[in-house]
């Protein structure tokens, strides 16, 4: 069982632009995210939240589970502007990526969910993504098959399962999926080789053009907050140019969508960017095709600036510096079944 | 390098029922499958075949993998009546487990595929399952990665990517996914102990109703033939019960569907009866729910006979002595990316 105290950042604001554009060293990922007091981590429940993770039975229809979206086989999301869920139906946001998740002080682009936990209940009720009809369901379904009562029985100390031993499941399992090797924060940690010329470059220009007045922090997603308190920015800021429109990034209010306030309009959680290159395409709704669009249209929405191609170019290597050189490797899990029973049939909606 | 030559049966019958009843030993299941001489199996080529299985970039929506049907987390298949493929839409057919496929000597229910690698070549363009618009253009997707186009160098020799490697990679993958360690065959291999009691009666019950006229042989699929010579038996031979309208056996004609001959109607490859357990709902369409029923309905349909409960309990009890005791331990496998770019997006239908 480990713990990990969360450092906090005194006096970190909670919104407006100017103010966390507090000039900083480079930090590196610290090793271990940080861990909810009611939800220690423990191997046999990391092994349980995998399994669950893994499992499509976790949907209505048996065919979307949490890897369907977010892809531990690859960036941790799924390639596609919004995701497709059980009946082939989109929802109206981006996958963000599961790696480094764990470091976010808050969860979704909206940053509703306060942690992993929260976040994982989402999805399981969406109609649009696993569809099932509420979370009991859920829990009864799962509670059927025998090998996973014995599993919620050594973990949590007895058979019973509901959705919040589910996610707390999860969540632990989320926790492991950590990318701490990457050549910046190898370089971070002393390396002199690990990042290349050009990615050093694009370091230095990546802050100098004002990336990192919001990309700061140890996941670059601002920085470090308690649990539940979220870092959030507008986008876009400046909205006199012709990306707004092209790319449609007003039509979603952001966390507007979800507090019904007017300062939250255009208010977002801002994303890590570790392993950004693997997560085309880019924004809430997907719109931006390729890595070097979207640091030209953040240069012009958040910063008003035209980035030159080499300032573009340059960033775009130094955000390949924050891809992992290597992922965790895990064993492919294998699922309990019932016995001459399907469990997708046998626990229908 | 791995090369097995498939144990012919000599005067092995290619259909009628009564011909194939020739009373034989337990079989175990070979150490091996076969492999098809134009594609042996090479350690590179598994993993390859490994990415390939596990990628959903290979379906149009970049949602639906070779695992999202056949899972090997669980029982190889998908616990579904039809599966769901891509735009959640559904095809007729129950998905047929992975696990040992490599044994049988033709692939999908009708047996219109020679091989794993033919078989291979369907769901990617069947526009209910992957729904990619040709062969070429999966090719040219996948070419698209350059991690892809490293492997395939390794792999073959030039990075040249068609259909023909792509499904000769998944193919040799495939042929890893057997479970030899199941209770019956440590039996059959002279475990004595093995086996419960229940399990030897049902095991003798099995043979003395009939079952073993057509699930005979290494994988209960009936007799070991040459790859791409099909052991095919009429399902439902008996018509006149309660149960070939109650669950509809009679709407797809089966190999007829194929071929067009009228001599193929309703006939069926006889599918193998490893880890049938774990493949529930039951039949070509799905439709039987439980393996006990499954079970009865076989003893009416294809011998014309009632059994008894304890007859039911019994072969259930026999057939849980064919689930896998263990499944080979997968390392879960690292999917090439675009860097800066998503594959889906950028060659999409």
Known sequence: ?????STLVSGALLGGFAGAAVAQDWPALPDE???????PTTEEKV?????????PRISETGTVSCNT??????????????SMGVHGETGPRNAPTVWNAAYLSVQFWDGRADTLEDQAEGPIVNPVEMGMPDHDFTAERISG???????FEEVFGDDKIDIKRITKAIG???RTLVTPDTPYNNYANGDEDAMSEQELRG?????EVGCTSCHSGPAFAGPQMPLGKGFFQEFPTYEDNEYVEKYDFMEDTGRHEDTGKDDHKHMWRVPTLYNVELTAPYFHNGAVDSLDEAVRVMGKTQLDKELSDQQVDDIVAFLGALTANSFPEQELPRLPSMSG?????????
């Open 172 to 174: 632990a399992y989320e």
């Open 33 to 39: 995210p940080p861990v909810p007091e009611d939800n």
């Open 47 to 55: 092994e349980l939240g995998k399994k669950l993770y893994f499992d």
């Open 145 to 151: 098959i025998e090998g996973y009562r014995e599993e």
């Open 203 to 207: 370091m230095e220009t990546f802050k």
């Open 69 to 82: 979206c977010h892809n531990v086989m690859e960036g941790g999301d799924d390639g596609r502007r919004t």
């Open 1 to 5: 069982m480990k713990r990990i105290t």
């Open 341 to 349: 029973k399907s469990s997708v049939i046998e626990h229908r909606p």
